[in-house]
């Protein structure tokens, strides 16, 4: 499983991202991680997209996602 983050959006407070798995592309908001300052936090937020990649996959796995 591949992702691409796209920029953060504060009016949202998410970022764009696409998914990649063989052939499957999924594209989604994801909420963005922010710091206690109210700032984006650019390595959480990655690290928040990789657990929701993992979530992405067994979908697609189970056909949820095509």
Do not use: C, P
Not at 36 to 57: I, N, P, Q
């Amino acid at each position: 499983m591949k992702f691409t983050i796209g920029s953060y959006d504060k009016s949202t407070r998410s970022v764009s991202v696409t998914f990649t798995h063989q052939s499957v592309r999924h594209a989604r908001a994801v909420n963005a991680v922010l710091k206690a300052d109210g700032s984006y936090d650019a390595a959480a937020t990655k690290s928040r997209v990789a657990e929701v990649a993992s979530g992405v996959l067994a979908k697609i796995a189970a056909g949820a996602i095509a």
